[in-house]
């Protein structure tokens, strides 16, 4: 169904939740009655609540492919809390009550800040046998994030959406669906954040304000109403929630985010081996090559063409030997050739490992290959014999793989997927044993595949970080692969939209991310391939990716002008690769994606707590002290300006120190007296738009970690490792802290030995005590032996344009970057250095 209607029913409601008639309390919630229906609310944190509703009594089966078993079993003791009007129970940090008169189900923080409110009206509804509508209140200043790979703006409110999984090549900014069904809603009202999970892998519907002003909904045809709340305040315990809920994404191989160069496709052998050849020899830093399916033998998945790559196991090596990482698509659509000795065919009918029709017999559908049969993933034993097919590709050295068309997408027919009554069958631990219908299984299908070849390099190479790339997936999908944003567009409307669509993705669990730099479909500009490789390099995967049929977009393509800045800005990727595998590792363990909005590290960045975002949709964080801020209308000639949250901010490229900013947003901006003021205040953030430059800043209290340049994260870089100290306005605070912070972690990069104590992390500060600033690394923990011996410290904001060491540390000032500097030698024990200004 649309999106933006209500079912057919919606005439009248088969049942509706309009009022308790029992209630018993639980050690960890409440469990009512309304007639014939049971709803079931318990706390499975103080933080983290869990509903569902039975229409008929009894509730759905308790079992999920997104939330963690250990996640969906937890419970916290709650405190019955009840009125004449209302049941409900308390936690240490939530008050949750039922309306008798009307079942609407209302959560507030302790300080009575409503969470989440149904409306009253008509909070769950059914429709036929088992289609339902919740219906949620909608605060006015109420925002909406996260979804998945959605188009449109970065905030949801004002539009609706389908979860369905869809090959949409040629997506425009209204198209829906597209690749990802995430049922995660990330919300934001006045600084306080929360989130809502529906765990229902149906065709599910969502729209925001568009049926009522005051109100936004989910609907579903069919399955479970199970859905989870999670409260913040914060963004980042939001975020952290989530990652408890559905899982961590896993550290990945740095070689992952380094620079990517893809295309399809790069055939024959000589081709790939050339791309190598040229990013090398004009010094562009590069980690990965691509393989799309024409290194295939008339594109069947697990095999090579012995014609265009008859070395192919020591091409794979050759690249190694290089520092480049090979990464092989392998779609799951398998050719349909008996009798024809093609394994991953012969031995999945052996096994019975593919997907029926409703009488029994195979289901048969044309892709690339041309008839192919798809593996039933949701069989644990299919997924194990999926992920032994990976063992050749392995031992030949191939480093990850890309699992692509696993919508699914299917060619020839107007759904572009399999027929709605294609029989899956159920045989996974924690699920009753079943056959299901595609249109429950459809929102998996893909997740279920990435999980199979995730845990087959798991298999073959147990110490090995596994990388696999998606393009469908379902909640929880980021456990096992990173993603991008799918077959996008060479326009520049394209890439002002992928901003958007990364930090939503990221929101939704996707952290590790990127788009086709360039654009898939069409040839770029040459300006408008520059621009998107300088953002690339501020995002978590930057691969440059091209059509069959286009102009190629390597870096070099358009001239040596146009490759210089281009290489200029994938170096500095590699210089900032400290703190981007800092941050990736800090993203592993606290939910909290590499690239976000504003908002998430600056939630009252505004007088009146909105999202800053809204008033800088362009501008993104990476990582926790960077803030990249391009063009609005990336092809737009006009002067734009930068918002930044009101604090002290670095120009990351100068070293200059900006003055700070007054809380002031583009509402206050209507006001003739404010505008002429902050148009005064905001003339150095005032930004002509130029081909070489993107516009990046630094906040204060930074230290950030930079390396010596390396032409790939597998080469050992030569020097010390610098710390560039950003100094705040003013110096401690009331509190005490330290101003300055900031860290640095390293591993091999490739193994699990990080698990095992082979880590090294590094803590950095910095005091400021009158003319003079302290920069202190604490004691290294862990077990592994970094390339540095040294720090050479860069110290920002200072007040003067001279400087000295303290206790013989020889210091000067560099003008040009408006830094003092010092060089000191690091055991790792601890070292300490005073740096005066004169």
Request: hydrophobic content about 35%.
């Amino acid at each position: 169904m649309p999106a933006h209607a209500a079912p057919k029913e919606a005439a009248r409601a088969a049942l509706t939740l309009d009022r308790a008639t029992g209630s018993k309390g639980l050690e960890n919630g409440i469990e009512l009655r309304s007639g014939s229906a049971v709803m079931q609310i318990t706390a499975l944190r103080d933080d983290v609540l869990r509903v569902r509703v039975g229409p008929a009594g009894t509730l759905p089966e308790d079992a999920s492919w997104a939330v963690l078993p250990e996640a969906r079993t937890a419970k916290v003791t709650v405190t019955a809390s009840n009125s004449g009007n209302a049941v409900g129970f308390k936690t240490a940090k939530l008050i949750v009550s039922v309306d008798r008169a009307t079942m609407a189900l209302k959560v507030t923080d302790l300080d009575g800040h409503v969470i989440d409110q149904d409306e009253p009206g008509r909070p769950v509804e059914y429709y036929g046998d088992k289609g339902f509508r919740v219906t949620k209140v909608s605060p006015p200043d109420e925002h909406y994030f996260a979804l998945g790979d959605k188009m449109g703006p970065l905030d949801r409110r004002n539009e609706a959406f389908t979860m369905w999984n869809t090959d949409a090549f040629g997506f425009q900014e209204s198209t829906d669906p597209i690749y990802k069904s995430i049922p995660f809603v990330f919300t934001f009202n006045e600084g306080r954040a929360a989130g809502l999970f529906l765990d229902n892998t149906w065709r599910t519907s969502w729209e925001f304000n568009k049926v009522q002003r005051d109100a936004w909904s989910f609907t579903a045809p069919n399955g479970p109403l199970d859905y989870y709340i999670l409260y913040g305040p914060d963004p980042k315990q939001v975020l952290s929630n989530w990652a408890w809920l559905v899982g961590h994404s896993p550290l990945p191989p740095k070689w992952s985010l380094g620079f990517q160069q893809s295309r399809y496709s790069y055939y024959p052998e000589s081709e790939v081996r050339n791309i190598a050849k040229h990013l090398r020899a004009d010094h562009i830093p590069a980690d990965v090559i691509w393989l799309d399916i024409d290194y295939q033998q008339d594109n069947r998945p697990f095999t090579v063409d012995q014609q265009r790559f008859s070395h192919f196991e020591q091409m794979v090596k050759d690249l190694a030997a290089d520092n480049f990482s090979t990464v092989a698509i392998v779609d799951l659509h398998v050719a349909k050739l008996p009798n024809a000795d093609y394994k991953a065919y012969d031995s999945g009918v052996a096994g019975d490992h593919f997907v029926k029709n409703p009488d029994g017999s195979t289901y048969v559908g044309t892709v690339w290959p041309g008839l192919s049969v798809f593996p039933d993933f949701t069989q644990a034993s299919t997924r194990e014999w999926w992920g032994t097919l990976f063992s050749t590709f392995m031992k030949d050295g191939v480093a990850g793989f890309w699992n692509d068309m696993n919508e699914p997408s299917v060619f020839n027919v107007p759904s572009k997927t399999m027929p709605d009554d294609v029989q899956h069958r159920i045989d996974e631990p924690g699920f009753q044993k079943r056959t299901a219908n595609h249109l429950e299984m459809h929102n998996v299908f893909g997740m279920e595949n990435i999980r199979a070849t995730h845990d087959g390099m798991v298999q073959n190479a147990p110490n090995m970080r596994p990388f696999v790339m998606t393009r469908a997936s379902y909640a929880g999908g980021h456990r096992y692969a990173a993603t991008w944003t799918g077959d996008n567009s060479s326009t520049w409307n394209h890439l002002r939209m992928t901003t958007p669509m990364i930090e939503n993705l990221g929101l939704s669990g996707f952290a590790m991310v990127g788009a086709d730099v360039g654009g898939f479909a069409g040839t770029p500009q040459p300006d408008l391939l520059t621009k998107w490789l300088e953002i690339g390099a501020f995002q978590p995967i930057d691969r440059d990716h091209s059509a069959k049929g286009t102009a190629y977009q390597e870096p070099w393509v358009s001239g040596v002008a146009q490759e210089n800045i281009r290489r200029r800005y994938i170096e500095e990727r590699y210089r900032l690769m400290p703190y981007l595998y800092t941050t990736t590792e800090e993203m592993t363990r606290t939910g909290v994606p590499i690239v976000r909005p504003i908002f998430v590290d600056f939630p009252d960045a505004t007088p009146d707590k909105h999202p800053m975002d809204l008033d800088a949709a362009s501008e993104f964080l990476f990582g926790p002290d960077i803030l990249v801020a391009p063009a609005p209308y990336p092809d737009e000639l006009d002067d734009y300006y930068v918002q930044l949250p009101p604090i002290t901010w670095y120009d990351y490229w100068s070293g200059e120190k900006l003055p700070p900013l007054p809380k002031m947003s583009s509402r206050d901006l209507e006001q003739p007296a404010a505008k002429e003021e902050m148009a005064r205040l905001m003339e150095h953030l005032r930004v002509t738009p130029s081909v070489d430059v993107l516009p990046v800043y630094v906040r204060e209290g930074a230290i950030l970690p930079i390396a010596p340049l390396t032409q790939s994260t597998k080469e050992t870089p030569q020097g010390a490792l610098t710390l560039r100290v950003y100094l705040p306005q003013s110096g401690p605070n009331e509190s005490g802290t330290q101003p300055c912070a900031g860290s640095v972690y390293q591993d091999d990069g490739v193994t699990l030995n990080y698990k095992k104590g082979e880590f090294l992390r590094e803590q950095f500060s910095c005091t400021v005590s009158g003319d003079t600033v302290t920069v202190k690394a604490a004691a290294r923990e862990g077990n592994f032996a970094p390339w540095w011996h040294a720090l050479h410290i860069e110290v920002y904001g200072g007040p003067s344009t001279k400087a000295e060491g303290a206790d013989g540390t020889l210091a000067t000032y560099n003008a040009e970057r408006h830094a003092m500097l010092a060089t000191v030698p690091d055991s790792g024990k601890g070292v300490e250095v005073a740096l005066k200004y004169e």
